[in-house]
């Protein structure tokens, strides 16, 4: 058994010692930028042993120039196949043919027929495959809220070993997070799901709906957990990941107990006591972001009811209030604090296209 490396080591490694050297020697006057971003789970960072048996392995992609792409990738696609070690660092370098899927598996490969895992691509048809967005046209509110932010953690996050086309990096860096007013903009949409359900799961525990009550807490948590990356300015990943990259975050440390705990609870109330905790907890770190007018942080009763809640809803009006950004107003005046299309859809296949994303996304206007 090879040694486990995980994914980004592996592949800075594969792409300085392999990669890098046979495209110096084989096409030295070659202008391109070389990366482990996308989907992966080694580009992401949350990879291990049993993420290797599927789109795992010496791999990794080339961005070449729009004029050079259909005569140049041929060439360099037959070089990877003709010079790439069968193994390296002992793992195959070549890979099966796609399945109904798409998905590929490493296999043992012959010397100089090696089918290898090195995507070539133009950044545009990259960033229009990943995003649905022209990587060169600044975007408007309506277009960063039509993308949703587990795609935009695929383009941010991961690894630039080489940026010789001096465009991956800069962009990179423009989609690195939301611009302010679309931040208060999600970060008031996601306050306004907690206010929507906070007070049910009480009343679900009142009215003696055991399993509504469960149900509810379950939500709130992944709501509460999404709030805190988006008050950290972190992407959140999509399910599979979201817990592990939660408890990265700074804070998620004092939040897990209180959200476990809420989850776990044998009762409503106890459920209610631990996620009143976290409730107070995102509502001071809301606070200290100053992005807002201040909101006393303590949880109370719902109207007249004996159900404890943070009337979230608060938190909502204060940061539509500071909203300056003309579109982003013309989207709260036509449609409401809905949010990205992550906030209002939950579903894989239509938060998995892009292009379907937009035409849900122009709910939100121009």
Not at 8 to 25: G, K, M, S, T, V
Not at 121 to 147: C, K, N, Y
Not at 149 to 175: I, S
Not at 305 to 334: C, G, N, W
Request: hydrophobic share 40%.
């Amino acid at each position: 058994m090879a040694r486990f490396l995980p994914g980004q080591e592996l592949n800075r490694l594969f792409y300085w010692e392999i990669i890098r050297p046979l495209l110096a020697d084989r096409f030295p006057d070659l202008v391109y930028s070389a990366a482990l971003i996308g989907p992966g789970s080694d580009a992401l960072g949350y990879d291990t042993v049993v993420s290797t048996d599927h789109e795992w392995g010496p791999r990794g992609l080339l961005f070449l120039r729009d004029d050079d792409y259909a005569e140049v990738a041929p060439r360099i696609d037959e070089a990877l196949r003709q010079e790439l070690p069968t193994t390296f660092r002992g793992y195959s370098t070549s890979f099966s043919a796609p399945d109904v899927s798409g998905v590929r598996c490493m296999m043992a490969g012959e010397a100089g027929r090696i089918d290898h895992h090195v995507e070539l691509h133009t950044l545009r048809r990259f960033v229009q495959r990943e995003l649905g967005i022209e990587p060169d046209t600044p975007l408007s509110a309506r277009d960063w809220l039509a993308v949703p932010e587990q795609r935009l953690l695929h383009v941010t996050a991961g690894t630039v070993y080489h940026d010789g086309l001096e465009l991956l990096t800069p962009l990179r860096e423009r989609l690195a997070y939301y611009p302010l007013d679309v931040w208060r903009y999600r970060l008031a949409a996601q306050w306004m799901r907690i206010s929507q359900e906070e007070a049910f799961m009480g009343r679900c525990g009142d009215a003696g709906d055991e399993l509504g009550s469960r149900i509810i807490a379950a939500r709130l948590v992944r709501d509460l957990m999404k709030l805190l990356f988006l008050q950290e300015r972190r992407y959140a990943p999509y399910s599979k990941w979201l817990g592990s990259a939660f408890i990265r975050l700074p804070g998620a440390d004092i939040l897990v107990p209180y959200l476990s705990a809420g989850f776990a609870a044998a009762t409503w109330q106890e459920r209610e006591q631990q996620l009143s905790r976290a409730y107070a907890l995102l509502a001071m770190r809301q606070n200290a972001l100053g992005i807002a007018a201040h909101q006393d942080p303590q949880t109370r009763r719902f109207h007249g009811r004996a159900y404890q809640v943070i009337h979230a809803e608060r938190f909502v009006d204060t940061l539509v209030a500071m909203i300056r950004d003309p579109d982003v107003k013309r989207i709260v005046t036509s449609v409401g604090v809905v949010g990205g299309v992550d906030q209002f859809v939950d579903s894989t296949d239509v938060l998995e296209r892009p292009p379907l994303c937009h035409h849900v996304g122009a709910v939100l206007g121009s």
